[in-house]
């Protein structure tokens, strides 16, 4: 994909700007329809959710205790890697969103909630509620493309460094939760400036991030281990949490992989956004930009609804239980203006993200351009691409891009046949 | 048991050497178990496991439970509420902050306690549902036993003089209209105790000579009617009611008819603020002892735009705003260091709490009004960067 700016068939170029502050008000009013019935049910929800994950969280504990027992071990791991999810996903990460705020509760607020994760609930908040969701999908401002260590976008050059990237991605998501941390502190940034310029905001921000991940460790990798000691638990409790964070690493970067980067959602250049972006085309620059996840209601939950990202990247302050009951109603708008409503079940979503991981890693076009027969010729132009510098690189660009173009062509007759 | 909790005091000197030693061994395995806790807990806390099966025990948050709710006439109810453990008592005539879920959403409202300490060691308010109100009819209507409240520790000034004071043995004036009767009834519950048998004559309560005039607009809606009544009628205290639909409006000026000893009794006042404030100029005029109290102190009634004050820790900054200007930008402009994010309502970034006056949604219109010692004691978060002022209103920057 590449930015929407540039693509051949701009899939908004029929919207008229009256058509765009036309949907505005249309999913304003769906927005409002919501708030209007917002009430006891809605706080019960998550109320039960919260009980819910901490009666799972102090049994499957509990269970650990026990682990030197192999079944013991894999019912608490089940059990604690669930919870954590619970609490990560459908929890923390729709609380701090203030979509509970509206009930007072000190409790449940966005203003006080941690979570079990190594980023601090002040970082995310910044990074995520105000640069992801406002920058939504501009390349170079929204960072939660690739987290700015991949290529996320064909109009990015390529590197042969970036034939490294489906490795980065594997690793990034085993550590998701550290990769969150990294990045909430624009770690690369700041490690890139001077010691002594970098301001005082981001020293104080890195110590409470180191702050938060050894108590975070010490929960997991010491003091539980230590209780389980007395069966001769340590090594199996710690094993345990271990497997449970991993799990947890690996689920939720699975989802917010599919959120925005499955092929077919669309990226924008940050050249081509409005100084003064109106209300209807922020609401268009989501509706196109994310993707969802179609399956069952226990599926909906462990992704902390945000397999309805669609819904969530428009109204990010709505309770999560209700964007089921304005899918709908969204979708119909998609279909009314003629957008692509971009759903599909999980693994074919994953499957399509890490696609578009290895595609990008890879020089434009070489993808499409290599078959069987050809491999080892291809290969050879790769291997020559990633040694032999610029020059080299760009004259193989060329000719790449030249024999896709082709191919497409030729693809395109042939169906028209 | 009228006073409040008994303060602990080190009784002789006998058990002064060895008391220190075992309660410092205590506290001290106490903190190192409530460290490990943390530990094992973070980023929650302990007690946020602890709520989860035990939301009354000691050290928890203060709450209650629902008991009973027991209809008191067609729009009023006392409740029956056990509190938790950290419940420090209180002296009948004060109040309690009570915090109630309704519709999903946390709200508190003041209410006096309407009887005195219980054998059964539950407390009672008593509610006269409210038309419009938004918590009143939750209460009177819907609110079923079994159901959580939140609580603050009992609170107030109006209160029987105690026995010892200069002002006891006492004379009393106790002048309630409406639902003001709620803190005296509690006061006379506790004097005169009511059984099957009827009303217990105790020693304490024979010190006092009380004369209660209640005010109400018609006999029907009085609550504790019945209780006034059988108080009157057992002879403890002098009850004269007056009716607005039988009597007429009730006018200050006719106090000294109803009470001819009105010069010797010291006045303790409660209900609406209208009534406090004609009985405030009659007892200053008469130079007469006054104790007033009152619940509903201000009510907001919302505008467009406003004085805005910003207090940000010692330093305060007052604005005049419109009502189409975010409260973030009238504040930023003034120089005030707010927190900011994305300043279109998606970030939650700029929430800080108003503590008074009331703010509306710029997108919808929608209300958010705070009254103090009403909406919960740190205010009501808002988003400053959508919200504009609707009426005077105060923020505290963190």
């Given at each position: 994909?590449?930015?929407?700016?540039?693509?051949?068939?701009?899939?908004?170029?029929?919207?008229?700007?009256?058509d765009?502050?036309?949907?505005?008000?249309?999913?304003?009013?769906?927005?409002?329809?919501?708030?209007?019935?917002?009430?006891?049910?809605d706080?019960?929800?998550?109320?039960?959710?919260?009980?819910?994950?901490?009666?799972?969280?102090?049994?499957?504990?509990?269970?650990?205790?026990?682990?030197?027992?192999?079944p013991?071990?894999?019912l608490?791991?089940?059990?604690?890697?669930?919870?954590?999810?619970?609490?990560?996903?459908?929890?923390?990460?729709?609380?701090?969103?203030?979509?509970?705020?509206?009930?007072?509760?000190?409790?449940?607020?966005?203003?006080?909630?941690?979570?079990?994760?190594?980023?601090?609930?002040?970082?995310?908040?910044?990074?995520?509620?105000?640069?992801?969701?406002?920058?939504?999908?501009?390349v170079?401002?929204?960072?939660?493309?690739?987290?700015?260590?991949?290529?996320?976008?064909?109009?990015?050059?390529?590197?042969?460094?970036?034939?490294?990237?489906?490795?980065?991605n594997?690793?990034?998501?085993?550590?998701?939760?550290?990769g969150?941390?990294?990045?909430?502190?624009?770690?690369?940034?700041?490690?890139?400036?001077?010691?002594?310029?970098?301001?005082?905001?981001?020293?104080?921000?890195?110590?409470?991030?180191?702050?938060?991940?050894?108590k975070?460790?010490?929960?997991?990798?010491?003091?539980?281990?230590?209780l389980?000691?007395?069966?001769?638990?340590?090594?199996?409790?710690?094993?345990?949490?271990?497997?449970?964070?991993?799990?947890?690493?690996?689920?939720?970067?699975?989802?917010?992989?599919?959120?925005?980067?499955?092929?077919?959602?669309?990226?924008?250049?940050?050249?081509?956004?409005?100084?003064?972006?109106?209300?209807?085309?922020?609401?268009?620059?989501?509706?196109?930009?994310?993707?969802?996840?179609?399956?069952?209601k226990?599926?909906?939950?462990?992704?902390?609804?945000?397999?309805?990202?669609?819904?969530?990247?428009?109204?990010?302050?709505?309770?999560?239980?209700?964007?089921?009951?304005?899918?709908?109603?969204?979708?119909?708008?998609?279909?009314?203006?003629?957008?692509?409503?971009?759903?599909?079940?999980?693994?074919?979503?994953?499957?399509?993200?890490?696609?578009?991981?290895?595609?990008?890693?890879?020089?434009n076009?070489?993808?499409?351009?290599?078959?069987?027969?050809?491999?080892?010729?291809?290969?050879?132009m790769?291997?020559?691409?990633?040694?032999?510098?610029?020059?080299?690189?760009?004259?193989?660009?060329?000719?790449?891009?030249?024999?896709?173009?082709?191919?497409?062509?030729?693809?395109?007759?042939?169906?028209?046949? | 048991?009228?006073?409040?909790?008994?303060?602990?005091?080190?009784?002789?000197?006998?058990?002064?050497?060895?008391a220190?030693?075992?309660?410092?061994w205590?506290?001290?395995?106490?903190?190192?178990?409530?460290?490990?806790?943390?530990?094992?807990a973070?980023?929650?806390?302990?007690?946020?496991?602890?709520?989860?099966?035990?939301?009354?025990?000691?050290?928890?948050?203060?709450?209650?439970?629902?008991?009973?709710?027991?209809?008191?006439?067609?729009?009023?109810?006392?409740?029956?509420?056990?509190?938790g453990?950290?419940?420090?008592?209180?002296?009948?005539?004060?109040?309690?902050?009570?915090?109630?879920?309704?519709?999903?959403?946390?709200?508190?409202?003041?209410?006096?306690?309407?009887?005195?300490?219980?054998?059964?060691?539950?407390?009672?308010?008593?509610?006269?549902?409210?038309?419009?109100?938004?918590?009143?009819?939750?209460?009177?209507?819907r609110?079923?036993?079994?159901?959580?409240?939140?609580?603050?520790?009992?609170?107030?000034?109006?209160?029987l003089?105690?026995?010892?004071?200069?002002?006891?043995?006492?004379?009393?004036?106790c002048?309630?209209?409406?639902?003001?009767?709620?803190?005296?009834?509690?006061?006379?519950?506790?004097?005169?105790?009511?059984?099957?048998a009827?009303?217990?004559?105790?020693?304490?309560?024979?010190?006092?000579?009380?004369?209660?005039?209640?005010?109400?607009?018609?006999?029907p809606?009085?609550?504790?009617?019945?209780?006034?009544?059988?108080?009157?009628?057992?002879?403890?205290?002098?009850?004269?009611?007056?009716?607005?639909?039988?009597?007429?409006?009730?006018?200050?000026?006719q106090?000294?008819?109803?009470?001819?000893?009105l010069?010797?009794?010291?006045?303790?006042?409660?209900?609406?603020?209208?009534?406090?404030?004609?009985?405030?100029?009659?007892?200053?005029?008469?130079?007469?002892?006054?104790?007033?109290?009152?619940?509903?102190?201000?009510?907001?009634?919302?505008?467009?735009?406003?004085?805005?004050?910003?207090?940000?820790?010692?330093?305060?900054?007052?604005?005049?705003?419109?009502?189409?200007?975010?409260?973030?930008?009238?504040?930023?402009?003034?120089?005030?260091?707010m927190?900011?994010?994305?300043?279109?309502?998606?970030?939650?970034?700029?929430?800080?709490?108003?503590?008074?006056?009331?703010?509306?949604d710029?997108?919808?219109?929608?209300?958010?009004?705070?009254?103090p010692?009403e909406?919960?004691?740190?205010?009501?978060?808002?988003?400053?960067?959508?919200?504009?002022?609707?009426?005077?209103?105060?923020?505290?920057?963190?």
């Amino acid at each position: 994909m590449t930015v929407i700016t540039k693509q051949p068939a701009n899939p908004i170029a029929h919207l008229t700007p009256e058509d765009i502050e036309a949907i505005g008000h249309e999913l304003d009013a769906i927005r409002q329809e919501v708030l209007d019935t917002r009430g006891e049910r809605d706080a019960a929800y998550i109320r039960k959710v919260v009980d819910v994950q901490r009666k799972l969280e102090l049994g499957s504990r509990a269970v650990l205790l026990g682990s030197a027992f192999a079944p013991a071990w894999i019912l608490g791991t089940v059990g604690l890697s669930i919870a954590k999810i619970l609490e990560n996903m459908e929890i923390g990460h729709n609380v701090m969103h203030g979509q509970w705020d509206w009930m007072r509760d000190p409790k449940i607020h966005s203003t006080t909630w941690e979570w079990d994760n190594a980023s601090t609930a002040e970082g995310w908040k910044h990074s995520h509620n105000e640069v992801h969701h406002t920058y939504t999908n501009i390349v170079g401002k929204d960072n939660d493309l690739g987290y700015g260590i991949m290529r996320v976008d064909e109009d990015q050059r390529w590197y042969p460094m970036h034939l490294g990237q489906p490795l980065w991605n594997f690793i990034n998501a085993c550590f998701f939760e550290y990769g969150i941390a990294a990045y909430d502190l624009e770690l690369g940034r700041n490690l890139r400036t001077p010691k002594d310029k970098r301001s005082p905001e981001f020293t104080r921000r890195a110590r409470a991030t180191l702050k938060k991940i050894r108590k975070q460790a010490t929960k997991d990798y010491v003091a539980h281990p230590l209780l389980s000691l007395p069966t001769g638990s340590f090594l199996p409790t710690l094993a345990a949490n271990f497997t449970a964070n991993l799990v947890r690493n690996l689920w939720s970067h699975s989802v917010i992989m599919c959120g925005h980067f499955p092929e077919g959602v669309e990226t924008f250049e940050k050249a081509a956004i409005p100084e003064r972006e109106t209300r209807g085309e922020w609401y268009l620059r989501q509706m196109l930009g994310s993707a969802n996840i179609s399956g069952s209601k226990f599926m909906h939950i462990m992704t902390g609804n945000l397999s309805h990202q669609i819904e969530h990247h428009l109204f990010p302050d709505l309770p999560s239980n209700r964007y089921a009951e304005v899918a709908p109603k969204v979708k119909a708008l998609f279909d009314k203006y003629d957008l692509n409503y971009h759903e599909a079940p999980l693994p074919q979503q994953v499957y399509s993200a890490w696609h578009k991981v290895v595609r990008l890693s890879l020089p434009n076009g070489w993808l499409a351009t290599t078959n069987r027969k050809n491999l080892p010729s291809q290969l050879k132009m790769l291997y020559a691409m990633a040694t032999k510098g610029p020059r080299v690189r760009r004259a193989a660009q060329a000719r790449l891009e030249q024999q896709a173009r082709r191919l497409t062509a030729e693809q395109n007759s042939a169906q028209a046949a | 048991m009228t006073s409040p909790a008994p303060v602990l005091r080190p009784v002789g000197n006998a058990r002064a050497g060895a008391a220190p030693r075992w309660s410092r061994w205590r506290r001290e395995v106490g903190a190192t178990l409530t460290k490990a806790a943390e530990v094992l807990a973070t980023p929650l806390v302990p007690a946020d496991y602890l709520d989860v099966f035990a939301p009354l025990r000691k050290g928890a948050d203060l709450r209650a439970r629902v008991v009973a709710v027991e209809p008191e006439t067609a729009d009023a109810a006392t409740l029956v509420l056990r509190p938790g453990a950290d419940w420090a008592g209180h002296v009948p005539g004060q109040y309690i902050r009570l915090g109630v879920d309704v519709d999903g959403v946390r709200q508190w409202r003041a209410y006096s306690l309407t009887h005195g300490p219980r054998a059964d060691g539950c407390i009672s308010v008593t509610v006269k549902a409210v038309p419009d109100g938004v918590v009143s009819p939750y209460l009177v209507h819907r609110l079923k036993p079994g159901v959580l409240v939140h609580l603050e520790q009992a609170a107030g000034e109006f209160v029987l003089p105690e026995p010892g004071s200069p002002r006891h043995p006492a004379r009393l004036l106790c002048i309630t209209a409406g639902s003001g009767i709620t803190p005296v009834i509690g006061m006379l519950r506790n004097l005169y105790p009511s059984t099957a048998a009827g009303v217990v004559r105790t020693a304490r309560g024979a010190t006092y000579d009380i004369t209660v005039v209640h005010l109400a607009p018609s006999e029907p809606d009085t609550i504790f009617a019945r209780d006034l009544r059988a108080l009157a009628d057992a002879g403890v205290i002098r009850l004269v009611s007056r009716y607005d639909d039988v009597h007429g409006i009730f006018d200050v000026a006719q106090l000294s008819d109803l009470v001819p000893d009105l010069a010797e009794r010291t006045t303790l006042a409660c209900g609406p603020g209208g009534l406090l404030d004609a009985l405030t100029d009659h007892h200053a005029a008469a130079g007469l002892p006054l104790s007033t109290e009152q619940f509903r102190p201000t009510t907001i009634v919302p505008g467009e735009g406003g004085t805005v004050r910003f207090s940000a820790g010692g330093a305060d900054t007052t604005v005049e705003t419109d009502g189409a200007r975010s409260l973030l930008d009238a504040g930023e402009d003034a120089g005030v260091l707010m927190p900011s994010g994305c300043r279109m309502g998606v970030c939650f970034g700029c929430v800080v709490p108003l503590r008074s006056g009331a703010v509306r949604d710029l997108r919808n219109g929608a209300l958010t009004t705070a009254v103090p010692g009403e909406t919960g004691p740190d205010g009501v978060p808002i988003q400053t960067c959508i919200s504009a002022a609707a009426g005077a209103c105060e923020i505290a920057i963190p």
